[in-house]
């Protein structure tokens, strides 16, 4: 008889953290900026009020989102061939095409939306030629938005696509993929916004309560998702359900990742449906968010980089230690930074929140 041994050799990771961050945070601003424009559409309703919260969410991380992509690329040059060298069956090359479209409508629509806003509140003096002229933009918002939300939809169908498209990779390979990232993402960025509401504009109660009914609806779905996943994966039997049934059996750490998911949505859920039932609930919604924004970018994390130390052949993990520099805790820490930074610039620029503090006060006065 004879053995023939087979020797794979230790790799790189392909995928650095600054993957997980940009998909990360190009989700929440994607999804962050479907609501906005949702808000354009759905005029005289608590859409239109959740818009101010919901734009400095899409445009604080949809500014921060190509640092990451730049970071991930390594070589500005990369980014230079995506449009020398057009190739229309990657995703990753489409992805190049929508990015800008979204952008240049997310940004297009904020300018205008924020114009007409400065003109009815007054806008500070530093920011006085915002408001220059006395033409109006209204007829080209509705226009904006819808590239706004078309770039958006782009953007998470891409992301995902580029992801589930790669066969080598079998936890990837599923269409289910697409839609959990989209979900997980609602989920992030609904709770930046009930944080933005309840800490920065000052939004009503019933505002607060609307936006903590999405995040509901987000959580329900990403469980749907998770579960329609399982469910079709166990009836087809197919290669993503069984690696991570693999997983499950074989690696003690997949079932510490498997345990705190199921564990922290259903915290998540329980929470959320607790502080639906009083005002004062409402109002502490918010404390929601730092563990909502960490599962969705511990989502990511696992589908992008643990995924990576499961090996194509062989048994075992590959042992991934996170690096302390720019590519890995240092670069982290510093996007997140940049964002907090973008998000103590943007509430000053950002309307809404002198409306929201006198419909507030009303209220306050109406009911004693």
């Known amino acids: 008889m004879n053995v023939a041994e087979i020797i794979v050799p230790q790799q790189e990771v392909a995928w650095l953290p600054w993957a997980v961050q940009y998909f990360f945070f190009v989700g929440l601003a994607a999804t962050a900026a479907i609501i906005a424009g949702a808000g354009e559409f759905l005029r005289g309703g608590r859409w239109q009020r959740l818009q101010p919260a919901a734009l400095l969410v899409a445009v604080s991380t949809g500014v921060v989102a190509p640092i990451a992509l730049l970071a991930d690329l390594h070589q500005p040059g990369r980014f230079y061939h995506f449009y020398t060298d057009i190739t229309p069956w990657s995703w990753m090359s489409l992805g190049a095409l929508i990015l800008p ?9 904020w300018v205008l939306w924020q114009r007409e806003r400065f003109k009815e509140q007054g806008a500070p003096r530093w920011l006085a030629l915002w408001t220059a002229g006395h033409w109006s933009g209204r007829r080209l918002r509705p226009w904006l938005a819808a590239l706004m939300i078309i770039g958006a939809i782009g953007i998470l169908v ?6 589930m498209i790669v066969k080598a990779r079998a936890l990837w390979h599923t269409e289910w993929l697409i839609l959990n990232l989209a979900m997980t993402a609602f989920m992030g960025s609904l709770a ?37 996943w399982a469910a079709g994966g166990w009836i087809t039997d197919s290669v993503s359900f069984q690696a ?3 997983l499950i059996g074989q690696f003690a750490y997949w079932r510490i990742v498997f345990a705190l998911s199921v564990g922290v949505g259903i915290s998540l859920l329980v929470a959320a449906l607790w502080m639906l039932r009083t005002p004062r609930g409402v109002a502490l919604s918010w404390w929601m968010a730092p563990l909502a924004l960490l599962a969705a970018w511990s989502f990511r994390w696992a ?17 991934y230690h996170l690096p302390l520099g720019s590519d890995g805790l240092l670069g982290i820490l510093g996007i997140f930074g940049l964002w907090l930074a973008v998000m103590m610039v943007l509430p000053g620029i950002i309307a809404g929140r002198e409306a929201a503090n006198e419909s507030m006060k009303m209220s306050e006065v109406a009911h004693g």
């Not at 891409?158 to 992801?163: D, N």
């Not at 589908?303 to 042992?319: F, N, R, S």
Request: proline share 3%.
């Open 158 to 163: 891409y992301t995902g696509s580029e992801v």
């Open 244 to 246: 991570f049934a693999r």
């Open 101 to 109: 479209v979204f952008m240049t409508g997310l940004i297009g629509y």
């Open 192 to 228: 930046a916004m009930l944080y933005a509401q309840a800490r920065i504009f000052r939004a009503t109660a019933g505002d607060q309560r609307f936006t903590l009914r999405l995040f509901m609806l987000a959580l329900l779905g990403t469980g749907a998702g998770a579960l329609g």
């Open 303 to 319: 589908v992008l980089m643990d995924v990576q130390t499961v090996p194509k052949y062989g048994a075992g993990l590959y042992p």
